[in-house]
């Protein structure tokens, strides 16, 4: 296990300028986390959107994120394996969800539908991955023939700016799962409000260039676990005009990756020479 690959991660989640000219703070959420388990480090990721005509929206993704990612690491720390996650284990999760979400509901004397919000996550191992999501915003990998792919295309409801919350009632029904038999070295989550800049809605597919110049840096990085420095760096540009201009929702992007590093080249060190002056 010491030669297992080591994730390490820039992430953030930023309030869109639409809510800031509302007065409002953001409603999205997003959680990660690495355990050594039985496999060795498994990554755990989460995101989350809160829904904007939800009272609590915001408690509401972060109770999501947070619920899952600790249900997720009880189960890995009970030496279980990812390969052993299937769709029933998804719906337990998201049931262990619902039930918090009502908990707190219930002591502030609101409605779980003041809670709605999306989920989306994945747990990673050396070997296997796993991915689950209800709602919009979508996870995306690098493919071993080195594309950018989604897992699931966002899932949007009947009608125009609708989607699926865990507090459906249809929660359970509607969360999307797929569990695949091989190691993801690269994976990127992200709330609905980043669709429009790095998903090709004519061809259904992921914009390559945005990806891939986004995980030049991550890729270059020495850091174990969060990067501190890059995730400022990417905080700021999704704050930027060049995004601003594009996209007035909350964002939110998580961005991981086990490719080493680029090896550090050695110092040239000056050769010992005698000199002599005039």
């Not at 007065?23 to 480090?41: K, L, N, W």
């Not at 994976?187 to 004519?202: I, M, N, R, S, Y």
């Not at 060190?269 to 002056?277: D, K, W």
Request: charged fraction near 20%.
């Amino acid at each position: 296990m010491g030669s297992a690959p080591r994730w390490r991660f820039a992430a953030t989640s930023v309030t869109g300028t639409s809510h800031v000219r509302s007065g409002g703070g953001c409603q999205d959420a997003y959680g990660t986390r690495v355990v050594d388990g039985v496999e060795g480090p498994v990554l755990i990721v989460a995101v989350s959107d809160g829904a904007g005509s939800a009272k609590a929206g915001a408690m509401g993704s972060a109770l999501a994120t947070g619920c899952v990612i600790e249900q997720a690491e009880a189960w890995l720390i009970a030496d279980r394996r990812v390969c052993e996650i299937d769709i029933a284990t998804a719906r337990d999760w998201l049931n262990g969800i619902r039930e918090h979400i009502a908990e707190k509901a219930g002591e502030a004397e609101s409605e779980m539908r003041d809670y709605a919000a999306t989920l989306l996550f994945a747990v990673i191992s050396q070997t296997h991955s796993v991915f689950a999501q209800l709602g919009d915003g979508a996870i995306v990998v690098l493919t071993p023939e080195h594309e950018w792919s989604w897992v699931f295309w966002p899932m949007h409801g009947e009608y125009a700016n609708t989607t699926y919350f865990v507090t459906d009632d249809t929660a359970a029904k509607n969360i999307q799962f797929e569990a695949r038999p091989r190691a993801v070295r690269e994976v990127a989550a992200f709330t609905d409000g980043l669709e429009p800049l790095v998903l090709e809605f004519k061809t259904k597919s992921a914009f390559q260039p945005f990806f891939g110049r986004m995980f030049r840096p991550l890729r270059a990085s020495a850091a174990v676990g969060r990067d501190a420095q890059l995730s400022a760096q990417l905080d700021a540009y999704l704050r930027s005009p060049t995004i601003t201009a594009k996209a007035d929702d909350d964002l939110t992007l998580v961005m991981a990756t086990t490719v080493d590093p680029p090896p550090i080249q050695p110092a040239l060190t000056a050769s010992h020479s005698t000199e002599t002056g005039d």
